[in-house]
């Protein structure tokens, strides 16, 4: 199984430039997330999914958007890229129940 | 005050010691509980879960959780330099939606 899948790894985007980070897993995990982790500030939770069709905002949701419209998918957008979101993103799955959480490898984006 | 509680460290102990990571959360209604290792540019993995007072082994590490004292550590036995590395504490929140809160981490460094 490949588990949770991130792409791209790295990208490099320019202030005001927009793109989606792509997540798929293939546990069919109910719940998703996106979390970034900056140095030394632990990982925020920015958004979570409980299952396609349902998302809901974590702790630093401003300047992202996502939608979940299967159960394997779960693409964060950034619109309007400012070097505040320079970070690590990181996406999670889990199944139903106080379990732990499966990370995809994460992708390391700057914004210049 | 912090939800999750971690000293940054860094922890540095000799090979073959015995490595001792703190954990406090501030939630009473807190049920489960993770500990992850991280190494350096690479994804949290999950390496220890505990939901009830008391302890759990598994090989070398140890959780243990202290809920009247809000506390969760977990202990690395005969501790490896392999074994350097970032280790988070989680907490899940409160809600049926799974979420995860992070402590910091703690920096762990097992010199040869």
């Known amino acids: 199984n490949a588990g949770v899948t991130q792409t791209p790894k790295f990208r490099i985007l320019k202030i005001g430039q927009s793109m989606t980070l792509q997540c798929t897993q293939d546990?069919?995990?109910?719940?998703m997330y996106w979390y970034r982790q900056d140095p030394g500030m632990g990982l925020k939770l920015i958004y979570y999914s409980v299952g396609a069709g349902i998302t809901d905002k974590g702790e630093v949701p401003n300047g992202y958007n996502v939608s979940r419209s299967t159960t394997e998918d779960f693409p964060l957008r950034l619109e309007l890229a400012a070097p505040s979101q320079t970070s690590v993103y990181f996406c999670a799955s889990s199944p139903q129940g106080a379990k732990g959480y499966t990370f995809g490898s994460g992708t390391r984006l700057t914004v210049v | 005050q912090k939800e999750v509680e971690q000293n940054s460290g860094p922890l540095s102990v000799p090979e073959g010691a015995i490595a001792s990571l703190n954990c406090t959360y501030s939630d009473r209604v807190s049920q489960s509980f993770f500990w992850y290792r991280q190494y350096s540019g690479k994804s949290p993995e999950l390496i220890m879960s505990?939901?009830?007072?008391g302890d759990k082994e598994d090989g070398r590490f140890t959780a243990q959780l202290n809920k009247a004292s809000q506390y969760v550590s977990l202990l690395i036995r005969d501790s490896q330099p392999s074994d350097s590395a970032t280790y988070l504490c989680a907490v899940i929140g409160g809600g049926a939606t799974n979420k995860l809160i992070f402590g910091t981490g703690t920096l762990l460094a097992v010199q040869p």
């Open positions: 546990m069919n995990h109910n719940y």
């Open positions: 505990i939901y009830s007072n």
